[in-house]
């Protein structure tokens, strides 16, 4: 007896090719976002790794030394090929008219009017890549980082020490910061520079480091990254500001959102009546979603900022006037802004949570007597926190990673005060605050060396993705918690 044969529509008919469909759909999603979060977080880890400092000496008798931080291959125009000395294009022609070129970082802005600078392969004379044995990094408070070899210790007009090997000896036990003392610096073309050891931050041979020793560069590095103050126009130093801004931030916006948007859902859900008016009311919830930031940003700058803080000013702060104290952006009105950005994420987030609690649970809960309230509070809401937490989790993430209303409602470039501090009344909600979002802005787009401030653009971005990250997991943690005292349905 023959087998029937299969219709030929049966993986339609069983939505197969579907499943392969969405499934591929997911895969494709995962696979952007992995992808995207290891190129922030390679870039970022890779930042502050001390690499070797290269001279680079061209046919024309320029000498560039420095750190190579970008590699790239093009080909020349045939014009400027044309004005190239004969070496140089026998060099080029070579490689088929191919060339490299790499971007050094040469520092010694002071000096050279410039912090990086492209040498061709083609321009290079023979020989004239080399590796100098004693090249120091020096890390500064200002005018970013020299490049040279240290020549003599000086006290005033005392030489205490000559060369580069007793140089080093003295550098490395007079730690950074120490008064008084200078060291003289021999720059790539011969020039002789004096830096006060005061203003210098960090320094180290770039090419006689070990790799324990380039471990302590990169800690030292990253240490100073996380608790000290940004230098530099933000491309140098420290994020620590920032950081604590943007965590009392979003914690305070969390606090202010989660109460009034569980409260709307409530009324929603369990107690208005259910018609158009409500109808009305969810709609226009679902599409204040959808309304661009910075609109926020602008009422936000001018109910909060201009016009309840100017009247706070007036009533309390008279004396102060005409400088604002509540009347400007601040703490306090960035996290009433952002709460206001972030509440319809809560209200739908509590109002699907409240709406999968069985409705037999709380027509139990009546048939023993209980209020509406009493069942709200001992019924409905423990089985809604779940989802009520979901919700919190969600704006808290939207919340961090808001920039455009921060720029109005305030996050500064530099904030010379946190907004709390160990002096009374401690909280001081009228300061503005830096940003961790607002840092990337400003090192990306702001940043008069864009260059340098390339790599900690990575580095910040990194940063801030991780405390949102640690910011959920503390959320999620806390909703497992709390979820397990209860049973039920779960969002």
């Known amino acids: 007896m023959s087998r029937p044969s299969r219709p030929a529509n049966a993986l339609l008919a069983r939505n197969e090719p579907m499943v392969w469909l969405t499934g ?80 050094v970082r040469i520092g010694n802005f002071e000096l050279t009017g410039e912090h990086f600078r492209w040498v061709e392969d083609y321009r290079l004379a023979a020989g004239g890549e080399a590796r100098p044995a004693w090249a120091y990094v020096f890390e500064r408070t200002a005018w970013g980082r020299f490049y040279g070899v240290p020549e003599a210790y000086l006290d005033g007009d ?6 580069p090997e007793a140089v080093s000896g003295l550098l490395a036990h007079a730690p950074p910061g120490a008064a008084a003392p200078a060291v003289r610096v021999r720059t790539a073309d011969g020039t002789l520079k004096d830096l006060p050891v005061d203003t210098i931050v960090r320094c180290y041979p770039a090419n006689r480091l070990s790799f324990a020793d380039r471990l302590g560069v990169y800690a030292s590095r990253w240490r100073e990254f996380l608790t000290a103050e940004p230098r530099e126009a933000n491309s140098e130093g420290g994020v620590f500001p920032a950081i604590f801004g943007t965590v009392v931030m979003t914690l305070a916006m969390t606090l202010l959102v989660v109460p009034f948007g569980v409260m709307a859902a409530l009324y929603l859900r369990e107690y208005a009546a259910q018609g158009w008016l409500t109808s009305v009311v969810r709609i226009s919830i679902n599409n204040l979603a959808g309304v661009p930031s910075i609109v926020f940003g602008v009422f936000g700058l001018g109910f ?188």
């Open 24 to 103: 591929a759909g997911l895969v494709m999603g995962l696979l952007m976002v992995a992808a995207l979060v290891a190129f922030v977080f390679w870039q970022g880890f890779a930042t502050f790794w001390p690499g070797p400092v290269a001279s680079l000496a061209t046919i024309d008798g320029v000498v560039s030394l420095g750190e190579i931080t970008r590699t790239e291959r093009f080909r020349p125009d045939p014009a400027m090929v044309a004005t190239l000395p004969p070496e140089a294009v026998a060099s080029l022609q070579a490689t088929g008219g191919e060339a490299r070129r790499r971007l």
């Open 158 to 163: 005392m030489v205490l020490a000559e060369g």
């Open 304 to 491: 909060f900022s201009y016009a309840v803080g100017g009247r706070i000013d007036a009533l309390f702060f008279a004396d102060n006037l005409p400088n604002p104290t509540f009347g400007t952006g601040g703490l306090l009105w960035a996290s009433l802004t952002l709460a206001l950005l972030t509440l319809p994420v809560v209200i739908v987030a509590t109002e699907e949570a409240l709406a999968a609690v069985p409705t037999s649970m709380r027509e139990g809960s009546y048939a023993c007597g209980a209020t509406q309230w009493q069942t709200i509070r001992r019924v409905v809401l423990p089985r809604a926190l779940p989802g009520i937490m979901t919700g919190a989790i969600l704006a808290m993430a939207r919340g961090a990673g808001e920039v455009a209303p921060l720029m109005l409602v305030g996050a500064v470039k530099l904030a010379p005060e946190l907004p709390v501090d160990l002096h009374f009344p401690f909280v001081h909600a009228q300061r503005s605050f830096m940003h961790l979002g607002f840092h990337i802005y400003d090192l990306g787009f702001q940043s008069q060396n864009s260059e340098a401030a390339k790599p900690m653009v990575f580095t910040t971005t990194m940063l801030l993705m991780s405390i949102v990250l640690l910011l959920n997991a503390a959320a999620i943690w806390l909703r497992t918690r709390m979820g397990r005292g209860g049973s039920g349905s779960k969002f």
